[in-house]
């Protein structure tokens, strides 16, 4: 963990510089920091595709924000600049296709401990998979405070919007997609490795993510209003939190794995009761609002 964490903060920071301007070299070096967390932890084999996904997204929306006449050439233009990234994807689609006769091995053991989730008979169950997700995203929002998912949350609209910086927008496009990996790989993982617990443990590494966030959102002008759909999305992002089955995950065995829950578990510990522990971080949740 100590040695990935630095390695898939370097390669999210050259994923934005090589959506940013793609040259040759940028996008070489995105594919040298996946190889590396790949080496390093079996999650980073994530990266490239997350990568690859967030190319097709910057060219079509740098497509969409030319002229209209002048669209589809846009689009043509930025697309011919992610050349390399086209034929390393493709060069990657072939191995992972012919892996096992390349290699005499089958492709579930490149990836080490998550070799489980390519097992032959595994069976994948997307609403299963969903509501893990879904529980790993609310704790994340417990452990970073909720703030810097909120703010994540308002720099996603805003980047929606007409007038955007192509900086900001970016930013989301490159963050995304391997956030939303990061998250379904490990909830895919726990889910066959019967392990039944949240693992903050493997999905911390996004956190600066949401940090960049936190960082952009303080730095809009004060006195600038907070959108009409702001407020929703504060609403939902201390929501989250609430949705986490306290007197399920508030043992032993899940907090040394989920370090969030630490704290709510403490809380339980000395209330003696689940349901004042919700109470606890109802409290802490409006308290991160009001801020």
């Given at each position: 963990?100590?040695?990935?964490y630095?390695?898939?903060a370097?390669a999210l920071w050259?994923?934005v510089r090589?959506l940013?301007?793609?040259?040759?070299?940028?996008?070489?070096?995105?594919?040298?920091?996946?190889?590396?967390?790949?080496e390093?932890?079996p999650?980073g084999?994530v990266?490239?595709?997350?990568?690859?996904?967030?190319?097709?997204?910057?060219?079509?929306?740098?497509?969409?924000a030319?002229?209209s006449?002048?669209r589809?050439r846009t689009?043509?233009?930025?697309?011919?600049r992610?050349?390399?990234t086209w034929?390393?994807?493709?060069?990657?689609?072939?191995?992972?296709?012919?892996?096992?006769?390349?290699?005499?091995?089958?492709?579930?053991?490149?990836?080490?401990?998550?070799?489980?989730?390519?097992e032959?008979?595994t069976?994948?169950?997307?609403?299963?998979?969903a509501s893990?997700?879904?529980?790993?995203?609310?704790e994340?929002?417990?452990?970073?405070?909720v703030?810097?998912?909120f703010?994540?949350?308002?720099?996603?609209?805003a980047s929606?919007?007409r007038?955007a910086?192509?900086?900001?927008r970016v930013?989301?496009?490159?963050s995304l997609?391997?956030?939303?990996?990061?998250?379904?790989?490990v909830s895919a993982?726990l889910?066959?490795?019967?392990v039944g617990?949240i693992e903050?443990?493997n999905?911390f590494?996004i956190?600066?993510i949401?940090l960049?966030?936190?960082?952009?959102?303080l730095?809009?002008?004060?006195?600038?209003?907070?959108p009409?759909?702001?407020s929703?999305v504060?609403v939902a992002?201390?929501?989250?939190?609430?949705?986490?089955?306290?007197d399920?995950f508030?043992?032993?065995?899940?907090?040394?794995?989920?370090?969030?829950?630490?704290?709510p578990?403490?809380?339980?510990l000395?209330?003696g009761?689940?349901v004042?522990?919700?109470?606890?971080?109802?409290?802490?949740c409006v308290?991160?609002a009001t801020?």
């Amino acid at each position: 963990e100590s040695a990935f964490y630095p390695l898939f903060a370097l390669a999210l920071w050259l994923v934005v510089r090589a959506l940013r301007r793609p040259s040759i070299v940028s996008q070489i070096l995105v594919l040298g920091a996946a190889f590396l967390s790949f080496e390093t932890r079996p999650q980073g084999a994530v990266i490239v595709p997350a990568f690859v996904v967030s190319a097709i997204l910057v060219v079509l929306v740098d497509g969409l924000a030319a002229d209209s006449d002048q669209r589809l050439r846009t689009a043509g233009g930025v697309a011919a600049r992610f050349l390399p990234t086209w034929v390393v994807a493709v060069g990657a689609a072939v191995v992972v296709w012919r892996y096992q006769d390349i290699t005499g091995r089958p492709l579930s053991s490149a990836l080490g401990a998550y070799s489980i989730t390519l097992e032959s008979g595994t069976a994948y169950a997307p609403k299963i998979i969903a509501s893990w997700s879904a529980l790993h995203v609310a704790e994340t929002a417990l452990w970073l405070g909720v703030l810097p998912l909120f703010a994540f949350l308002l720099m996603l609209g805003a980047s929606l919007r007409r007038g955007a910086s192509r900086d900001q927008r970016v930013f989301v496009i490159a963050s995304l997609p391997l956030a939303v990996a990061m998250t379904v790989v490990v909830s895919a993982f726990l889910i066959f490795s019967n392990v039944g617990r949240i693992e903050e443990r493997n999905l911390f590494y996004i956190g600066p993510i949401f940090l960049v966030a936190l960082c952009w959102w303080l730095s809009r002008p004060r006195d600038e209003p907070l959108p009409r759909w702001g407020s929703v999305v504060l609403v939902a992002s201390c929501a989250l939190p609430l949705a986490i089955p306290y007197d399920r995950f508030l043992n032993q065995s899940a907090v040394s794995d989920t370090f969030g829950l630490f704290l709510p578990w403490a809380v339980s510990l000395r209330l003696g009761d689940p349901v004042l522990t919700t109470v606890a971080v109802f409290v802490a949740c409006v308290a991160a609002a009001t801020v």
